[in-house]
């Protein structure tokens, strides 16, 4: 069996078009107001920012730092605070 050996200049020169974009963000939905909607979901469902940390598993400091300044939270949350708050995801975006 005969195998190439690839220099470094073969697979390093791709050209800008072959290259996977960047992940952006969905321009669709509006993520200023992430904060806000959290606390008021939250307070809604009866929860204080400990028992809610409790309840999704991260501390209550993360909870205070996303409804007071976080711009975003871990994508694999959303789902699990809706679910817990039961609202939908969509209604997080303001």
């Not at 290259?19 to 939250?42: Q, S």
Request: charged fraction near 25%.
């Amino acid at each position: 069996m005969n195998s190439t050996i690839l220099r470094y200049s073969s697979w390093h020169d791709m050209r800008e078009e072959s290259v996977m974009p960047k992940k952006t963000e969905n321009p669709h939905i509006e993520w200023r107001n992430f904060g806000k909607c959290l606390a008021e979901f939250r307070k809604t469902a009866g929860y204080s920012q400990r028992e809610l940390a409790a309840e999704i598993g991260i501390s209550y400091r993360m909870v205070a730092y996303y409804e007071k300044e976080a711009g975003h939270l871990p994508t694999h949350l959303l789902p699990v605070l809706a679910n817990t708050l039961g609202v939908s995801t969509d209604q997080f975006s303001g």
